[in-house]
Antibody, heavy 122, light 110 residues
Framework: EVQLVESGGGLVQPGRSLRLSCAASGFSFDNYAMHWVRQVPGKGLEWVSSISWKSGSIGYADSVKGRFTISRDNAKKSLFLQMNSLRREDTALYSC???????????????WGRGTLVAVSS | QSALTQPASVSGSPGQSITISCTGTTSDVGTYNLVSWYQQHPGRAPKVITYDVSERPSGLSNRFSGSKSGNTASLTISGLRAEDEADYYCCSYAGNGAYVFGTGTKVTVL
């Protein structure tokens, strides 16, 4: 069974940094692209970032480009999101999501974690 | 990247068919046949219901069907059931490793 468990969320002041982690199990992590998707409770889904199986293809939403960095450690079956210069509008539930293939153009997101809550406030 | 445009709400009676539109641009929906649709019930994680415009994951009901014309993708739910009441989101590949979700549509079964 695919399991994706996020951690690292919390309350942080504007301008500070936070690093999210996602521990994957139940599948061959190094064969699949991974994504971060966020959702403000009660609002819609927003795609944040994606990384292909060997990190050769990486993408970011315009809203986080230059501030967030996605990475992965296939040996440790882990996905990361380094978030710098955080803004109030980054407040959301951040979910780790598995794609159904390894490359950069794969729009089937087939497994979702429960998410970790990030709150940016002074 | 701007969010794909969906109607805020769509409703129908049990047994009826409804269609949800998802309008993008030539940078996303219009160029790539990589559109997927997700169903989200309150408090639950999204669940993929169609991908690559019109493909269905194995085991998923054929009451759900996807299509695309130009810059607009559509999801049709036929034989509407009470359990179909949920939020629905489209998602498209937008090139260079980027993706974009739709604004979301709340489906109400009357």
């Amino acid at each position: 069974e695919v399991q994706l468990v996020e951690s690292g969320g919390g309350l942080v002041q504007p301008g500070r940094s936070l690093r999210l982690s996602c521990a994957a199990s139940g599948f061959s992590f190094d064969n699949y692209a991974m994504h971060w998707v966020r959702q403000v409770p009660g609002k819609g889904l927003e795609w944040v970032s994606s990384i292909s199986w060997k990190s050769g293809s990486i993408g970011y939403a315009d809203s986080v480009k230059g501030r967030f960095t996605i990475s992965r450690d296939n040996a440790k079956k882990s996905l990361f999101l380094q978030m710098n210069s955080l803004r109030r509008e980054d407040t959301a539930l951040y979910s780790c999501v598995k794609a159904s293939c390894g490359g950069g153009g794969c729009a089937l997101l087939d497994s979702w974690g429960r998410g970790t809550l990030v709150a940016v406030s002074s | 990247q701007s969010a794909l445009t969906q109607p805020a709400s769509v409703s129908g009676s049990p047994g009826q068919s409804i269609t949800i539109s998802c309008t993008g641009t030539t940078s996303d929906v219009g160029t790539y046949n990589l559109v997927s649709w997700y169903q989200q019930h309150p408090g639950r994680a999204p669940k993929v219901i169609t991908y690559d415009v019109s493909e269905r994951p194995s085991g998923l009901s054929n009451r759900f069907s996807g299509s695309k014309s130009g810059n607009t993708a559509s999801l049709t739910i036929s034989g509407l059931r009470a359990e179909d009441e949920a939020d629905y989101y489209c998602c498209s590949y937008a090139g260079n490793g980027a993706y974009v979700f739709g604004t979301g549509t709340k489906v109400t079964v009357l």
